[in-house]
């Protein structure tokens, strides 16, 4: 398996522009997760969603984020408009089950975005 | 608040055995994770402890403690390819997933 797919690996933008970051979760992983990380914050989970469908979503800073997964392979999360301070990494990760009893939870994280904001 | 405390950084000499400690404070309890990351790499899972007591694995072991709220993350014989931030991570009763800041761990020659 080829792992989690992220596409851009960089994005640089002007502030105001949109902004649409992509993921391919591992196939049969029922679980998708939108993360950011940043110096001053560390890891933030953004969003998770199970089967396709969002869960959690109270970690989304504001409504100029919006995350959609509108099938098992694929989803995107976008910024519109951008601001300096989204400048971050944002990780997508899956994973095969949320919480025990079920499994061992490992998440597999992608490569990363790394998103500048000018 | 919910919120989780590790130390910002670590240095340790190759070989030798170093601790990582994390405590938490959370609304409930679902399990701890511990994720190892390079420097401009994406974080990989190292354990994940639910009950109480000791995980090993290889050179790594985590410990639980959750009427303390406390966990740490042992290294041994450790190398220099050991020198990563290792992220101390929670779920709490809400199955909210909270990572730590991390603690960025030096391993010296």
């Known amino acids: 398996d080829a792992g989690v797919i992220q596409s851009p690996r960089h994005e640089v933008t002007e502030m105001g522009q949109e902004v649409t970051l992509r993921c391919k979760p591992i196939s049969g992983h029922d679980y998708l997760f939108w993360y950011r990380q940043t110096m001053m914050r560390g890891l933030e989970l953004l969003i998770y969603?199970?089967?396709?469908?969002?869960?959690?979503d109270s970690g989304m800073p504001e409504d100029r984020f919006s995350a959609k997964m509108p099938n098992a392979s694929f989803s995107t999360l976008k910024i519109q408009p951008s601001e300096p301070r989204d400048s971050a990494v944002y990780f997508c990760?899956?994973?095969?089950?949320?919480?025990?009893?079920?499994?061992?939870?490992?998440?597999?994280f992608g490569p990363g975005t790394r998103l500048t904001v000018l | 608040g919910q919120n989780i405390d590790q130390p910002t950084e670590m240095t340790a000499t190759e070989g030798a055995i170093v601790q990582i400690n994390c405590t938490y404070q959370?609304?409930?309890?679902?399990?701890l994770f511990w994720y190892q990351q390079h420097a401009g790499e994406a974080p990989t899972f190292l354990s994940y402890?639910?009950?109480?007591g000791l995980e090993e694995k290889g050179r790594f072991s985590s410990f639980l403690s959750r009427s303390k709220g406390y966990s740490y993350l042992l290294l041994k014989e450790l190398q220099m390819k050991d020198s990563a931030s290792y992220l101390c991570a929670v779920i709490s009763g809400t199955y909210k997933y909270i990572f730590g800041t991390g603690t960025r761990l030096k391993v010296l020659a």
């Open positions: 969603f199970n089967n396709n469908v969002p869960i959690d």
């Open positions: 990760a899956s994973s095969e089950t949320e919480v025990p009893p079920k499994g061992n939870n490992e998440q597999f």
């Open positions: 959370t609304s409930g309890f679902n399990g």
């Open positions: 402890n639910v009950l109480d």
